[in-house]
């Protein structure tokens, strides 16, 4: 049972800033920030979760069963992440390529605290256990009135490298293609680590610093204990609201630039781009088979196709596919029919993930996967986990990942320039502090 | 009548004679007549009076009798007027909120050493009533504390019969309806209609029920003791974790019961999670504000939930308040109060911000404020008698590298308040 109050705020950027300090003294936090994006899906502008009561960590999943009874247990705000790697629960697949993160595979935590707001209203969805605090919290957040300016500096200088080098992976992109040629698979999203060892880096602020260059539409900071996810998404993996689920997958990426001409031009380009449409529409079109799994008998309908997006680092093309259930169904259920999004496997899903898992050199955990929150109602909202700093505090190791989509007709140099591009924002994060 | 309250304070408060008090006094015969005792018995005090504008005219009818019977008495009368119609709702929370936090700023500001509260023997037996309409443990039912950080109740032992015998005797006057605003209602119905009922069912009925307000007390003091015998049987200590078997643990029945002997101490309130936590599987855990239950395979894992290199937490200039790993209040004075174990007053200027909060290591060492020179930190806690447990528990607040506070026990030298201070920091653990 939960108790809730709403207050109004004046000053919503200061109010952000302030709820994000506040939070910083517990050992789990969700911190999910549309970025004052108009999204007509969102059902917050922005949504926190502190205070854990409850939490499961699953190192290795091996069925949907525990994340279920978990759900059904609590029937409350579950905050958390599913990792690339959930898929081995769902298929008949597996994951050994070489982890330095060491996150567990499924990860969700049960809030005693639940902050969330729209527009100027905030609202306090507290345990009962702790809902005496709520005035007092909300006091304490408004009075520390604080703008955060000084981003402190890193702790240790950063420097990145890359799991594998250019030409291996201009050798391994040509495998790829090589198993589109031979008919295995269409499409697959092929993906590189770039890591830090023994580095420290102050979350927060690195967190901050991401944001503020590409102000997505999913931002995301979330902790639990020493592993941090600081999460610049531009993209929806799912989300149920009643009956109603929405998927808006991203394929298509397209420079911007300083000059409103040109920047017009590369948005232009990307809209009528032949093999971008390509990826995006094989990605649609899987994503409208995923979720035709579990809706209603004619429900899916493809709401926008190859629609381009402007983001303040980037153009992409999002297409959104949306679809009524069943209200009995259960929702991790309506996730496992779709997981992982295709956008980042390929097509067909689960010929691309055996491939992806050859290929590639890196067990993608976290990366990938899909962070969100469950609600009380059953209702969720789940992001993709692209653009992302991954940070174990305790190991020392800073990751990113960043790939793109290879078709046949996909060019390996400019593949690696968009990864280069795509990863931009990490590395400028946390080289230049 | 006043020999009895004089042996009262004499037995149980002896400190009152020492350092000037508040009283709060809404006006109602209570607190009039505690004011009154006080008087008669020559102990230092002013009076404070909380205005809530609930009754209109009457309500500062009330203020001004308040202010009357300071004047009288030749005391200072502090009033603080509070507008609480704004939000209807939560009055009565609020009120009790704003009232006690009114008090505490008194006491900061204007160097007072306590409040006292009128609650009387009524008013106990009152609480108990709702709290067990409402559900409660043993806690719940032994008794408004008589001493609880800064509050004095000095009256709980006095009946209400009592009180309005002293006042009518001495003729003195007082407000009517003018006392507790908190959960009005409920008490008054209790009050009218249910505790005179009671009353009828023995003619000892009052003093029966102190008794047994006392022995539930004493029971639970007994449940403690049962607790630390239990404790000792079933964890065994690992280095930072204490490890328990889920089969002896899930032998014990009633079991939450059990579960609450054992794990209410780490801050646990919820037993229903920790019975799933046993029959789940692995990874999955419980947390309290200072722990964490963890299940792995047959054991359930007890820790304390900063680990590892989550091991201190910052405090920054700006903060007024921390939840982990303690509830701590920062607040900024203009002078010294009464320090104690749970509140620390140091020198703002000789902080180094962010402070950092973090378990005592070995090899730490501290200037205990009222002693020459330094001392290990292990050493102090030898000399304070300290289990394991609680020197694992313990936490010291630092600047830089070095201890301004072993938290909840003992100052450091070095920060204290001095003639050359400007600036005052005060901490408080809740």
Not at chain 1, 143 to 158: A, E, K, L, S
Not at chain 1, 164 to 170: G, L, N, S, T, V
Not at chain 2, 82 to 102: E, H, N, P, V
Request: proline share 3%; with cysteine.
């Amino acid at each position: 049972m939960r108790v809730t109050r709403s207050f109004h705020i004046e000053s919503i950027p200061r109010f952000k800033d302030a709820i994000l300090l506040w939070a910083q003294q517990f050992e789990q936090v969700a911190w999910l920030d549309s970025n004052f994006h108009n999204d007509r899906h969102g059902v917050f502008e922005g949504i926190l979760a502190v205070d854990s009561q409850t939490s499961l960590s699953v190192k290795t999943c091996k069925n949907i069963d525990e994340a279920k009874d978990f759900y059904d247990e609590t029937q409350d705000w579950l905050f958390g992440y599913f990792s690339y790697d959930f898929k081995n629960a769902l298929e008949k697949l597996e994951s050994t390529n070489h982890d330095g993160l060491g996150f567990p595979e499924l990860y969700f935590f049960q809030p005693r605290k639940v902050i969330g707001f729209k527009a100027h209203m905030v609202t306090f969805m507290y345990m009962d256990s702790v809902a005496d605090a709520i005035e007092s919290d909300f006091e304490t957040i408004v009075g520390y009135d604080v703008r955060i300016t000084d981003h402190r500096q890193q702790i240790d200088h950063v420097k990145i490298k890359l799991r594998i080098h250019k030409d291996e992976y201009f050798d391994r992109i040509a495998q790829l293609q090589h198993y589109i040629q031979r008919g295995n698979i269409y499409e697959a999203n092929f993906c590189q680590e770039c890591y830090a060892v023994d580095t420290s880096i102050d979350p927060l602020s690195t967190y901050l610093r991401l944001n503020s260059i590409s102000e997505p539409p999913f931002a995301v900071f979330f902790r639990f204990d020493d592993k941090f996810l600081l999460s610049a998404s531009p993209e929806r993996y799912l989300q149920k609201k009643g009956d109603t689920i929405v998927s808006q997958p991203i394929k298509g990426t397209a420079p911007r630039s300083d000059d409103p001409h040109q920047d017009n031009v590369f948005k232009m380009q990307l809209q009528i781009d032949g093999k971008e449409r390509a990826e995006n529409i094989m990605i649609a079109d899987l994503v409208r088979n995923d979720l035709s799994r579990s809706a209603l008998k004619g429900s899916v309908i493809v709401e926008e196709l190859c629609k381009v997006y402007s983001f303040k680092q980037v153009h992409q093309m999002i297409s959104t596919i949306t679809a009524k259930v069943d209200p009995d169904q259960h929702p991790m259920d309506i996730i496992a029919e779709t997981f992982p999004m295709g956008s980042m496997t390929g097509a067909p899903k689960i010929a691309a993930m055996k491939i992806i898992e050859e290929l590639e050199v890196t067990k993608r955990g976290l990366y990938s996967g899909a962070v969100g929150y469950f609600d009380p109602k059953g209702n969720f909202d789940f992001n993709v986990v692209i653009r992302s700093i991954l940070y174990n505090a305790t190991k020392k190791y800073i990751s990113y990942s960043v790939g793109s989509a290879i078709t046949a007709k996909s060019i390996p140099e400019s593949e690696y320039e968009e990864c280069l591009l795509k990863a931009k924002a990490m590395r400028s994060v946390l080289e230049e502090g | 009548m006043l020999e009895e309250f004089e042996r009262h304070i004499k037995t149980d408060f002896p400190f009152m004679e020492d350092h000037t008090f508040i009283i709060a006094c809404s006006g109602g015969v209570d607190s009039v007549v505690l004011v009154h005792l006080c008087h008669q018995l020559g102990l230092p005090f002013d009076l404070a009076h909380c205005n809530f504008n609930l009754r209109g005219e009457e309500s500062d009818a009330d203020q001004y009798f308040v202010e009357q019977l300071a004047q009288k008495l030749g005391r200072t009368c502090h009033v603080k007027s509070f507008d609480t119609t704004a939000d209807k709702g939560s009055i009565q929370m609020r009120a009790r909120k704003l009232r006690y936090t009114w008090f505490q700023q008194l006491i900061d500001n204007k160097d007072y050493g306590y409040v006292l509260t009128a609650h009387h023997a009524d008013d106990d037996l009152e609480t108990f009533v709702i709290n067990l309409s409402r559900g409660t443990g043993i806690e719940g039912l032994s008794g408004i504390p008589a001493l609880n950080q800064n509050v004095v109740r000095p009256l709980l032992p006095f009946s209400r019969e009592w009180i309005l015998a002293y006042a009518t005797y001495h003729d003195i006057a007082w407000r009517e309806d003018s006392s507790n605003i908190e959960n009005k209602y409920l008490r008054n119905r209790i009050r009218h209609e249910i505790i005179p009922r009671m009353k009828l069912l023995h003619p000892n009925f009052m003093a029966n029920f102190l008794l047994t307000r006392d022995f539930l007390h004493e029971a639970s003091v007994l449940q403690k003791d049962y607790a630390k015998t239990l404790r000792q049987k079933l964890f065994v200590n690992q280095g930072d974790t204490i490890k328990i078997d889920i089969e002896q643990l899930r032998a014990l029945e009633p079991s939450k019961a059990y579960l609450y002997l054992l794990f209410h101490d780490f801050g646990f309130t919820q037993w229903q999670d920790i019975v799933h936590l046993m029959t789940g599987m692995s990874g999955k855990e419980v947390h309290s504000r200072t722990h964490r239950l963890l299940k792995n395979r047959d054991h359930l894992l007890l820790a304390s939930r900063i680990q590892g290199t989550v091991s201190a937490f910052e405090i920054h200039h700006f903060q007024r308040e921390l939840l982990h790993p303690m509830r701590l209040k920062i607040t900024e004075v203009e002078k010294m109060g009464v320090a104690s174990a749970n509140t620390l007053y140091v020198d703002k200027e000789k902080l180094n911000y962010p402070l950092m909060i973090r378990k005592w290591q070995k090899g730490d060492y501290f200037y205990p404020l009222g002693m020459v020179g330094k001392k290990k930190v292990s050493k102090f806690f030898k000399d304070e008698k300290m289990d394991v447990f609680s020197k694992e528990r313990q936490w010291v607040l630092c600047s830089d590298a070095a201890i301004v506070w072993v938290i909840g026990k003992r100052a450091d030298d070095r920060f204290k308040v001095t003639k050359a201070t400007q600036n005052i920091i005060k901490m408080t653990v809740q």
